[in-house]
Each structure stands twice: as structure tokens, then as C-alpha cells.
């Protein structure tokens, strides 16, 4: 994160609400570009799973105008930056394994993005209530357990 960079480009790094911009923002990139990376192919329950956790926790996200974003004081502020850097080193490691094709390692990679974007989030709109990676992945893994055994009765039934 090169602050001095954003603020030679106009960015005013000392509002205390640019990084809910910036955490949904980044977000929504990785979350494209992983749905870009396993859309051609049957999407496994780690991946489904991983893709309604980043849903989960971008959905209604709110500007930084909404009743309900309180402003940070200066330890919260210093809270969020430690996981926006985390984020940041996660999308790193999150682009070299697209660029590798290791679409394991990018599943679990945007979990750990995910997670911190929702960390950023709950201190920002502390009444939101967030789902955690399990209980999405409980409520993902019961639906692929249920498609896959549609598709071998399916099977079962044709032979």
C-alpha cells in the first residue's frame, strides 16, 4: 500500500473512511477475477463456498455516508491499516497464483482476503451482521452434497 503514491494521484489519505472504499473495491476485483478463473469449468464446494464468502461479505456494503459506518478513532484506524496491508499481501500472493493457475491456492487465498475485507467492515459497521467462512461453507457444502446426489441418482437411474 503506497500512500504517498495515492496522495501524488489526488487521493486524500488522511480521510479516516478511504479504506471501506478501498477493502470493497479490492474485494470485488479479486471476486471477479476468481469467478473469470473457475467459470468454465463445475465449480467445487471450496470454490462455490469461497465465492459466496467474498458475496457475504460485499453485499450491502455501505458508502461511507450510511448511518450506520461510525467514525474510527486513531487505534481502529491503525487496526484497519494492518489489515489492509494483510489484504494487500494476500492479492500479491492471490495474482501470482492466477498467473500460475493454481486455482486451489486462489480459493483459499481470496478466503483470507475475504476475511480481512470483512475485518475492515466490522469495525466500520460494527451492527452488520457477517457471516463467518464456516457457516458458509456448512450451508455451500450441503447444497453440493445434495446436487451430487441428484447427479448419480440421475446416473443410477439411466443405466
Same mark, same amino acid.
Given at each position: 500500500?503506497?500512500?504517498?503514491?495515492?496522495?501524488?494521484?489526488?487521493?486524500?489519505?488522511?480521510?479516516?473512511?478511504?479504506?471501506l472504499?478501498?477493502?470493497?473495491?479490492?474485494?470485488?476485483?479479486?471476486?471477479y477475477?476468481?469467478?473469470?478463473?473457475?467459470? =468454465? !469449468?463445475?465449480?467445487?464446494?471450496?470454490? @462455490?463456498? /469461497?465465492?459466496?464468502?467474498?458475496?457475504?461479505?460485499? &453485499?450491502?456494503? %455501505?458508502?461511507?455516508?450510511?448511518?450506520?459506518?461510525?467514525?474510527?478513532?486513531?487505534?481502529?484506524?491503525?487496526?484497519?491499516?494492518?489489515?489492509?496491508?494483510?489484504?494487500?499481501?494476500?492479492?500479491?500472493?492471490?495474482?501470482?497464483?492466477?498467473?500460475?493457475?493454481?486455482? =486451489? !491456492?486462489?480459493?483459499d487465498?481470496?478466503? @483470507?482476503? /475475504?476475511?480481512?475485507?470483512?475485518?475492515?467492515?466490522? &469495525?466500520?459497521? %460494527?451492527?452488520?451482521?457477517?457471516?463467518?467462512?464456516?457457516?458458509?461453507?456448512?450451508?455451500?457444502?450441503?447444497?453440493?452434497?445434495?446436487?451430487?446426489?441428484?447427479?448419480?441418482?440421475?446416473?443410477?437411474?439411466?443405466l
Amino acid at each position: 500500500m503506497n500512500l504517498k503514491l495515492a496522495a501524488a494521484r489526488g487521493v486524500n489519505i488522511q480521510d479516516s473512511q478511504l479504506f471501506l472504499r478501498i477493502a470493497a473495491e479490492r474485494l470485488s476485483i479479486v471476486r471477479y477475477v476468481f469467478l473469470v478463473q473457475i467459470e =468454465d !469449468g463445475i465449480a467445487t464446494a471450496a470454490q @462455490r463456498a /469461497s465465492l459466496e464468502y467474498a458475496d457475504a461479505v460485499l &453485499i450491502g456494503w %455501505p458508502d461511507e455516508n450510511n448511518s450506520e459506518v461510525v467514525q474510527v478513532n486513531d487505534d481502529q484506524l491503525k487496526i484497519i491499516r494492518e489489515h489492509v496491508q494483510l489484504m494487500e499481501d494476500y492479492i500479491k500472493s492471490f495474482s501470482q497464483m492466477e498467473r500460475e493457475k493454481d486455482i =486451489d !491456492g486462489m480459493t483459499d487465498t481470496l478466503i @483470507r482476503i /475475504s476475511e480481512r475485507v470483512s475485518e475492515i467492515r466490522r &469495525i466500520y459497521q %460494527p451492527s452488520f451482521p457477517l457471516p463467518t467462512f464456516a457457516e458458509i461453507r456448512r450451508v455451500v457444502q450441503e447444497e453440493w452434497d445434495e446436487d451430487m446426489d441428484k447427479i448419480n441418482s440421475e446416473q443410477a437411474a439411466s443405466l
